[in-house]
Every structure is written in structure tokens, then in C-alpha cells.
């Protein structure tokens, strides 16, 4: 690995680390949803300091090729982030739907009474 | 417990989830208020993009505006939580295209002294409307499988039809779910698994008075395979449903 991919890799991390950090600080981000992107990322940022880890923990678990591995891990964090996404999607979806029904419950009770009034 | 005074004291709303139903709905309302002269007449409106509100008011309704579309289970829920809210006794939920007769509600709302949920069902004798293919196959397995959790035999499972006692508008104003077929095979799963009693009356189903059919008869196979799913969720779903 050349030294020029080796810092390509801390920098990649280390920016996204930064980036997700930043929008939890402004807010932009909820922490229950930063947790997924913050755990890649530092996962990331230690394969990207010590490469060296990778292919020790891809052969303790019989992974010939180390790269696979992060294609692994990556996959999986993006399918839970995916699941995630869904449910609050759900969720959501529910509670519009709730309000929408309370609302429309109290513009007819306005209605009816300014019928009244 | 059922409805204990059915018959003239009992309270009855008429609940009619209506989406661009201008064409037909006036001559339901006139329908009901013949046939049901004491009854409120509810029509949740959907969201239509007609003026389907306004003229439900003018032919006497009361209605429910749903700022946005939320599909038959949310406008039902709207719908019961209305009835919850105001005291009635009995809720009855008919379609506002016109292919439900109301001079049948009176028969089922005194069959409610049995029942805590009571459905307008074709294929049960009367009327020969009819239907064939995949939907048909879908419509007979479904009924099947709740018929026996119900232990009486239901020939109309997805009807939009129904009546129900005071038991049924508590639950249902809680726990109706907006989910596809929600509002009819969950809603009778729920039903069955808090214990209430469901039966059926015979109808007969007249044709569409108009606006839009609400399923294309080329989704015949699609909607089976989502009512075998809709069914197979609302078995393996706790009790006490979803909260929001």
C-alpha cells in the first residue's frame, strides 16, 4: 500500500467522522440516527491507521481476501441503517396519520360551533 | 356485552368514508336518512379533491374533512373515534358509492343484541352479485380462515358493511389500522382476538352508483397474495396493536 491510499483512508474517515459530529452538533442530526454513521466511521478510521488489523481479523475469522471484510461490515451497516430508516419511516407515517385524524375531528368541532354561536 | 337497548333509544351513526364520491353520495345520505330517520348520518371525507364535503353538508350530513388522504382505515378510525367521542351506541359503516343498501341496517343493528360486530355479507343467499378468478379464490380463503377463528360461518370477510356495538367503537376507534385491507380483515382479526363476537347479516350488493371502483379486476392475483399477507400479519400481531 503506497502512502499516498494509507493517508487517503484516514482522511476519508477522519472527514466523514468530522462531518456527522458536526451536523449532531447543529442539530441536523438526531443521535439515534448519527450512532450507525459515527460507528462506521470510526471503524474506518482504525482500519485506515492500522491496515494491518484488517487482515489480521479477516484471517482470524477465515476471510481470504481482507477487503471483503469491509465490504461486509460496510453492507451491514447500511441494511440496518435501511431497517432503521423504515421503521421510524413507520412510525411517523403513524403519528401524521393521528394528527391528521385529530384534526379533522377538531375543525368540525370549530364548525359546529360557530354553527351554534 | 352487546348493545343492551338496540330499537329506537339506541344512539346510531352511519359512518361513510367518502374519496371523489360527488356523483353518488347525495343519494346515499338521502338513502339512510329514509331508512334511519333518527341516525346521524358522518361522512369522513377523505381527502377528496371534488367538492364531495360540500354537498354531503347540503344533503344534511355531518361531515369530516381529513386534510390529506389516508386511506379507508384512517378515515374509519376517524370515523369511530367520532362515534367514541360523541356516545353513540352503534356505529355502522357503509360504503358511500351506493352499493349498500341501507334499508339493511335496521336488521343488523338489532342483530347487534348477539354480536359486537355485525357484516353486511354477500354470498350469503340474498342478492346475486358475484365474483370469479382470483379474487374470488382470495375472498373464499379469507373468509375460511376467519370464519373458523370467529366459530360461525363469515361469507364476506372484506365487505365494507358492518355494524358495531359499542365494544367495537371502543376498539376499533383505538386500534383500527390503516394498513391495505386493514380496515377490513385486520380490523376483524383485532376484533376476534380482544374477544368480541362477530356474525353476519345477508345483503345483497347493488352496482356502483358511481365514482371510481376502488380495485381493478387485473389486481385480481396481487390482491391475494397481499390478503393472505394482510391476514398471516394480523395473526402473529400482539394484542393491544400499535401505538402512536
Request: proline letters at 4%; a neutral charge.
Amino acid at each position: 500500500m503506497s502512502t499516498f491510499s494509507y493517508i487517503l483512508g484516514i482522511v476519508a474517515a477522519s472527514f466523514t467522522f468530522i462531518i456527522v459530529i458536526d451536523m449532531l452538533r447543529r442539530q441536523r442530526l438526531r443521535e439515534r440516527h448519527a450512532i450507525w454513521w459515527i460507528t462506521g466511521a470510526i471503524l474506518a478510521l482504525i482500519v485506515g491507521i492500522f491496515p494491518a488489523l484488517l487482515d489480521a481479523i479477516a484471517a482470524v475469522i477465515g476471510i481470504d481476501v481482507p477487503i471483503n471484510l469491509v465490504f461486509f461490515v460496510s453492507i451491514a451497516i447500511l441494511v440496518l441503517v435501511c431497517i432503521q430508516h423504515s421503521a421510524e419511516l413507520t412510525k411517523t407515517e403513524r403519528q401524521i396519520r393521528v394528527l391528521v385524524e385529530e384534526s379533522a375531528l377538531l375543525s368540525k368541532r370549530v364548525r359546529d360551533l360557530e354553527d351554534r354561536a | 356485552m352487546t348493545v343492551a337497548h338496540t330499537g329506537s333509544e339506541a344512539r346510531i351513526v352511519v359512518i361513510m368514508p367518502a374519496f371523489n364520491e360527488r356523483e353518488a353520495i347525495e343519494n346515499v345520505i338521502k338513502e339512510v336518512h329514509t331508512a334511519l330517520p333518527a341516525a346521524t348520518c358522518l361522512v369522513v371525507d377523505d381527502g377528496s379533491l371534488d367538492d364531495t364535503a360540500a354537498i354531503a353538508r347540503r344533503a344534511g350530513a355531518a361531515v369530516i374533512e381529513l386534510p390529506v388522504n389516508l386511506g379507508v382505515g384512517g378515515a374509519m378510525r376517524a370515523g369511530y373515534r367520532f362515534a367514541l367521542v360523541n356516545g353513540y351506541d352503534v356505529a355502522v359503516q357503509i360504503d358511500a358509492d351506493g352499493q349498500h343498501d341501507p334499508s339493511s341496517v335496521p336488521a343488523m343493528v338489532a342483530q347487534l343484541v348477539t354480536a359486537d360486530i355485525v357484516i353486511g355479507a354477500r354470498f350469503a343467499g340474498v342478492g346475486d352479485y358475484s365474483v370469479s378468478g382470483p379474487r374470488w379464490w382470495a375472498m373464499s380463503f379469507l373468509s375460511a380462515v376467519l370464519s373458523r377463528a370467529a366459530r360461525r360461518r363469515l361469507t364476506d370477510t372484506t365487505s365494507g358493511f358492518k355494524a358495531c356495538g359499542p365494544r367495537a367503537i371502543e376498539l376499533l376507534a383505538r386500534e383500527m389500522p390503516a394498513e391495505y385491507l386493514g380496515d377490513t380483515i385486520e380490523a376483524l382479526v383485532i376484533a376476534l382476538k380482544n374477544g368480541l363476537i362477530v356474525d353476519q347479516y345477508p345483503v345483497a350488493m347493488r352496482p356502483r352508483a358511481g365514482g371510481q371502483p376502488s380495485h381493478n379486476p387485473m389486481k385480481s392475483a396481487i390482491y391475494l397474495v397481499r390478503g393472505v399477507f394482510a391476514l398471516a400479519v394480523a395473526f402473529i400481531r400482539p394484542v393491544g396493536g400499535a401505538r402512536a
